[in-house]
């Protein structure tokens, strides 16, 4: 396998802390790094760490420089083998990344991606065969005539080359119902063990859609779960169960940008938006209901309690984590690599408003402790991914935007 380069000689060193370079540091811990109030001042969590875990800090000697310049807003990111890197801009293209160049869009899109709002194209995902089979799956937001919009997904046969193409591109599923918004599609796209596919979604954001998030004949503010052809698992939870759709793999979600595969366990974990407060951490298990938009923490955008106004109820599941304010997350990653031992373990977890990435400890299911890390990029971060080369690589949401390489000072 290749492994791939600084982008160019000139890559810019944008920040760095100190430790030794290659060795595990000694951890501190401290008060929680949120030193605000939380929105929701009167709420209690459900248990000890589930919010403000104590501030580690692993001392860790980074270099942060530029990977992947000359982009707008790229909001998803996918190593192929060869080391070649896989980027979707918002605006709808689709963009390679070989050998320090940067391809031009690539054609063979689906049509009707709505670049309006909080759409265009969004999540990418490898097949689990792609050396054999070179299939690529998109997320996106999709318009119709009648102007309403739902998530969909597609794959194409990516063809290398000088030009590269996507080939036989075909919907392969999508969102039922569309809805008149144009806010909160989700939506990444993870490959299970199994070799099914998840897909995160949002539930329109308007009250309307809202509701949906806890009825089975909506596919708003769900994690679904399909073949790669798009066809339904028979084992999904609500397979046969009159009027439920049988891709429905769980509910309760308000709009997840984020979503990993544990590589220790297998299991789903995703993190989705909050209103005021209540970005939170879930681990994505069959049938279960995560509340939304009955249960939840934080407040209502514009103040008060948000529906029912409960932070736990029977029958719904509590997030391992939450953080109230919020943090916008968007994108996160397993750290498993062996380039930085300390971080070996870690949960990495974008942040849009937050303009900073949230470093995980964790001890099994629970988080043990956060640190904040590349705040003083100032950026907004869209997409954290881990490098075949074992460096992380992040996505900056910026109409001139950037994939940034975050390796071993």
């Not at 430790?19 to 939380?38: H, L, Y």
Request: charged share 20%; proline share 7%.
């Amino acid at each position: 396998m290749k492994t791939p380069l600084i982008a160019t000689a000139a890559a810019v060193l944008l920040a760095a802390c100190g430790g030794a370079e290659g060795q595990a540091q000694p951890k501190t811990t401290a008060p929680s790094p949120e030193t605000r109030s939380p929105n929701g001042a009167d709420q209690a969590p459900a248990f000890a760490g589930q919010t403000r875990a104590p501030g580690v800090t692993s001392n860790v000697a980074y270099q942060v420089a530029d990977y992947v310049t000359g982009l707008e807003k790229p909001w998803g990111l996918a190593f192929l083998p060869d080391g070649a890197l896989l980027i979707t801009e918002k605006p709808g293209r689709l963009r390679l990344f070989r050998d320090g160049k940067l391809s031009d869009p690539v054609p063979g899109l689906p049509e009707g991606i709505d670049p309006r709002d909080q759409g265009g194209l969004l999540g990418v995902a490898l097949d689990p065969k792609f050396a054999a089979n070179g299939l690529v799956y998109l997320s996106y937001a999709e318009v119709h005539a009648d102007g309403k919009t739902n998530t969909a997904v597609a794959r194409g046969r990516l063809v290398a080359g000088a030009q590269p193409r996507l080939e036989e591109t075909q919907v392969i599923w999508r969102q039922r119902p569309s809805w008149d918004s144009t806010k909160h599609y989700g939506s990444r796209l993870v490959f299970g063990r199994d070799g099914t596919l998840f897909v995160t979604t949002g539930e329109r954001s308007v009250v309307s859609g809202r509701m949906q998030a806890q009825n089975l004949d909506a596919a708003l503010g769900k994690v679904v779960r399909i073949n790669p052809d798009g066809s339904v698992p028979k084992d999904n939870p609500f397979v046969g169960r009159k009027g439920a759709l049988p891709e429905i793999f769980s509910i309760g979600h308000r709009n997840i940008q984020s979503a990993a595969l544990n590589p220790r366990t297998g299991e789903l974990w995703e993190v989705e938006h909050g209103t005021r407060g209540g970005d939170e951490i879930n681990i994505v298990r069959k049938g279960r209901d995560y509340g939304w938009p009955t249960v939840a923490y934080g407040i209502e955008y514009a103040g008060g309690p948000i529906t029912g106004g409960i932070t736990r109820k029977a029958g719904t599941e509590q997030p391992l984590y939450y953080w109230d304010p919020v943090i916008a997350p968007s994108g996160m990653a397993f750290y498993e690599a062996d380039l930085f031992p300390a971080w070996k373990g870690s949960l990495f977890v974008g942040g849009l408003g937050s303009k900073r990435v949230s470093r995980l400890t964790l001890d099994g299911d629970r988080v043990t402790g956060e640190e904040w890390l590349f705040g003083d990029l100032g950026e907004r971060i869209r997409d954290v991914i881990v490098g075949p080369d074992g460096a992380l690589y992040l996505a900056t949401d910026n109409a001139r935007g950037r994939v940034l390489r975050v390796a071993p000072k």
